[in-house]
């Protein structure tokens, strides 16, 4: 038996509202990655439409999992950061990073959405996650995130192609060999996920139907569906329509249940999808 796929992911866990931990979890291990969470913060839910969240920072003990995951011997094929709690986790990711010479490094930049940042992240924080993109092989921003990270105003008109390969490459100079930034409205009037592979100088592009909801954790379910798909060998534009198609397939399926919005996807209708083979062929040089 082959050994699997292992990923540190450092992300938050929140308890109710499926984001961050608790659906990157099942995600990759639904396509064959075994999980190794190392918890930024424990939320008891996300911070959007539940009120006062009870938040629990987790700074203290990312570097002390990580020296008893270096004298267990424990490896890792992948390092995988999202939500920080604070600038000096920047600090620690970089400690993970450094630590397994030879994994995958993925940084999803959580910083904002919608063109605003999110309130638990500063100037300093902010100027500090350009610090992890640079170390970086992938990182999967936003678009709010893609322009904090450029010190660019938010676009408020869709972006001409021309305009959206300035801001691959842009980030791609920052350090990551791949950029992917979800959620770009183009002028030619479809919405897509676009991205950027530097070693074949290579653009593509994945459209989607847009739902008029806007769900919490579907950008960490891409990410996760992104990087366990180019772990397991998929190359950047399969790995990119498999993500964009699972996540307009749990956002429809939520949307036509009528569930509440707060509630994030309800993955777990959706997650046997993953497991099956699919043949991936709408992806589009951009």
Not at 24 to 34: A, D, E, F, H, R
Not at 111 to 132: A, Q
Not at 141 to 153: D, R, Y
Request: charged share 20%.
């Amino acid at each position: 038996m082959s050994e699997l796929k292992r990923v540190a992911a450092i992300h938050d866990l929140s308890g109710v509202g499926r984001c961050s931990l608790s659906v990157i979890l099942p995600t990759l291990s639904v396509m064959g990655v075994q999980v190794c969470p190392m918890p930024t913060a424990l939320l008891s839910t996300h911070t959007s439409g539940f009120g006062e969240v009870v938040l629990k920072d987790m700074t203290d003990y990312i570097p002390e999992a990580l020296k008893h995951y270096l004298s267990a011997g424990i490896d890792f094929d992948c390092v995988y950061s999202g939500f920080l709690a604070s600038e000096v986790q920047v600090t620690h990711c970089l400690e993970v990073m450094d630590s397994f010479k030879g994994a995958l490094r993925v940084v999803d930049p959580v910083m904002g959405d919608n063109g605003k940042r999110y309130r638990t992240y500063d100037d300093v924080l902010c100027r500090r996650m350009s610090e992890l993109v640079a170390a970086a092989d992938i990182i999967t921003p936003n678009l709010t995130e893609a322009s904090i990270l450029l010190n660019t105003s938010y676009p408020m008109a869709p972006l001409t192609v021309s305009e959206a390969k300035q801001y691959l490459v842009k980030l791609s100079n920052k350090g990551p060999k791949i950029v992917v930034i979800t959620g770009v409205q183009l002028a030619d009037g479809e919405v897509c996920n676009i991205g950027y592979d530097r070693d074949n100088n290579a653009f593509w592009r994945v459209s989607y139907e847009m739902i008029p909801k806007n769900y919490p954790g579907t950008g960490d379910i891409f990410a996760s569906i992104l990087t366990g798909g180019i772990l397991l060998g998929d190359s950047l534009p399969i790995a990119m329509e498999r993500a964009t198609t699972f996540c307009e397939y749990a956002i429809k399926t939520t949307f036509g249940y009528g569930a509440p919005v707060r509630e994030g996807v309800m993955l777990e209708k959706c997650l046997p999808t993953l497991a099956e083979k699919q043949r991936f062929t709408e992806y589009r040089q951009l």
